[in-house]
């Protein structure tokens, strides 16, 4: 595969070696271009010849085929975590499900080699992503193709648990004839609080005032314009436990959100309470909804995921007769898993191409239209990172870095990681092994204990006015590129 150049700037360790004393501060000044918003553009480590993608979980077929078009592409499935581990030293890339823990020894394993994790579907809660980070990996993941099929499993189960549609079920085919034992609920006029009402969340509330619910929603992150399109009230976390008949999921698992169901949040709760879960298992105390079940506190549960997964045979949670449960199916129809696998394998060959990632997810997401006209920006500042380390000589002693930017952008509108990424990757490539990338960068300027100070500065917007900086204390006389003037100094 033929690199790029902006791809061999952004991501190729340099061949520099020399090594002289720094002084502990100087700063480059960059001039931006007049029109649109810049932002930072994700492009990996070219290769030479196909790169290598492990897909380690099933993914759709229609995937499959993009990523042969570009890449070898091995499916090995099941693999236990010492294999994974031995096989991502030969791999550019990782794709997964949520059955793959992707752990720091993963990346710790694959010697710099991999260049990107593609999570097939939305969660990615079982991606390390500091360890991804620190390695400069990137992550990506599918978020849109399995929304609808998420909300309509959290739909199936909601209805599927008012009616005891599984527990008759199951009743019929051990041969009885159980009519009044499996009464259920009604919905319709009930509350349902919706927690995290992102894509699958709003999906679900939609389709919940279909059915007569009055359904209210828990966020604190959800724009208030989002939940009035869908007719929904936003209230907060203490009042949707305290007023909803039903609650429904649909948060992610982070620190925050773990085990947010628990004995005290449970006692808030109303008597008799309903609990939808396609989330993940991890956001509820699984003890805890056991002790509320037996109480009677939650009359029924819905559980679609699970802290471990798979859980135990013997667990007494799925074995309690007032929960249903389904092995973790919500992405899974044939059109979302068709549409994920397209979803994540157009990412993760981008990403491979050293084009934008806009599912990226521990980088900076990307919109296209930006690219061409950072791109020269983008190589002049790694430039300048490398020409700054030569002038003011050295390397180890930098303590700090002052990037000037002048735009015709407001300063709020102007997004400058991936400038500040490739002037650290100038700084810091040559003067040590480290490779850098836009992934990596805030991170091994943290480690090397390197600041980076930025100010931006409004330029006149008219087409005659010169780009010219006012001039620092300390600037010396700028050296003029293209469009864009840079200033250098050292302390
Ligand atoms: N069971 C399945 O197969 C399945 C399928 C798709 C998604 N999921 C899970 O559902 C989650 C949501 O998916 P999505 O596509 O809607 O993601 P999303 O990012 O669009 O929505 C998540 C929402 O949760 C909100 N949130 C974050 N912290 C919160 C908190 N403490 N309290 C309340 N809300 C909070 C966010 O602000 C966001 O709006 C995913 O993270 C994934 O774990 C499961
Ligand atoms: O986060 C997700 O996208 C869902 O949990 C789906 O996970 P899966 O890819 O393992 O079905």
């Given at each position: 595969m033929a690199a790029s150049a902006s791809s061999r700037l952004l991501s190729s360790p340099s061949s520099l070696s020399w090594k002289s004393p720094l002084p502990p501060a100087f700063g480059v000044a960059v001039a931006l271009p007049r029109s649109k918003r810049t932002v930072p553009r994700f492009v990996v480590l070219a290769m030479d010849g196909k790169p290598t993608v492990l897909v380690a979980e099933k993914l759709g077929e229609a995937g499959l085929n993009l990523l042969k078009e570009f890449a070898n592409v091995d499916c090995s499935y099941n693999l236990s975590p010492e294999e994974l581990c031995t096989k991502i030293?030969?791999?550019?890339a990782l794709i997964v499900r949520s059955g793959t823990k992707v752990s720091r020894e993963v990346f710790e394993s694959s010697s710099g080699r991999l260049k990107v994790v593609g999570?097939?579907?939305?969660?990615?809660?079982?991606?390390?992503l500091s360890a991804a980070t620190e390695h400069g990996c990137l992550v990506v993941n599918?978020?849109?193709?399995n929304t609808v099929a998420a909300a309509e499993h959290g739909i199936a189960l909601l209805t599927a648990m008012a009616r005891k549609v599984a527990q008759a079920d199951a009743s019929m085919k051990s041969g009885k004839w159980q009519r009044n034992k499996y009464v259920g609920v009604s919905l319709v006029g009930k509350t349902l609080a919706v927690m995290g009402f992102g894509k699958v969340g709003s999906e679900v509330a939609r389709r919940a005032k279909g059915l007569g619910m009055h359904v209210i929603a828990h966020d604190?992150?959800?724009?208030?314009d989002r939940a009035r399109a869908v007719g929904v009230e936003l209230v907060s976390f203490d009042e949707a436990l305290a007023t909803a008949d039903f609650i429904s999921l649909h948060m992610p698992l982070t620190p925050a959100t773990?085990?947010?169901?628990n004995d005290e949040t449970f006692a808030k709760m109303k008597k008799g309470v309903h609990i939808v879960n396609?989330?993940?298992?991890?956001?509820?105390?699984e003890a805890a909804l056991l002790k509320a079940l037996d109480a009677g506190i939650v009359a029924q549960a819905a559980l679609?995921?699970?802290?471990?997964?798979?859980?135990?045979?013997?667990s007494k949670l799925i074995q309690h007769e007032n929960v249903i449960a389904t092995p973790?199916?919500?992405?899974?129809?044939m059109e979302a898993q068709e549409g994920v696998a397209i979803e994540i394998a157009e990412a993760v060959v981008g990403a491979l191409k050293?084009?934008?990632?806009?599912?990226?997810v521990n980088a900076p997401m990307v919109p296209a239209e930006v690219l061409t006209e950072l791109k020269p920006f983008v190589q002049v500042a790694e430039k300048l990172g490398r020409l700054a380390v030569q002038l003011?000589?050295?390397?180890?002693?930098?303590?700090s870095i002052k990037v000037t930017y002048a735009s015709a952008r407001a300063p709020e509108d102007l997004d400058t990681r991936l400038l500040r990424a490739m002037i650290t990757k100038g700084l810091i490539e040559p003067i040590s092994s480290v490779f850098v990338n836009l992934v990596n960068a805030d991170f091994t300027a943290k480690q090397r204990g390197l600041q980076i100070i930025e100010e931006r500065i409004t330029l006149?917007?008219?087409?005659?006015?010169?780009?010219?900086f006012s001039p620092g204390s300390d600037c010396q006389r700028g050296i003029k590129i293209c469009q864009c003037h840079f200033r250098v100094w050292g302390g």
């Open positions: 030293s030969l791999c550019d999570r097939a579907g939305v969660g990615i809660d079982n991606v390390d599918a978020p849109t193709a604190p992150y959800a724009p208030a773990s085990k947010i169901l396609v989330a993940r298992g991890g956001v509820i105390d679609d995921v699970f802290t471990v997964e798979p859980p135990p045979k013997d973790h199916l919500g992405a899974s129809t050293g084009e934008l990632a806009s599912t990226a003011v000589a050295g390397g180890s002693g930098v303590k006149d917007s008219s087409p005659e006015s010169p780009l010219e």
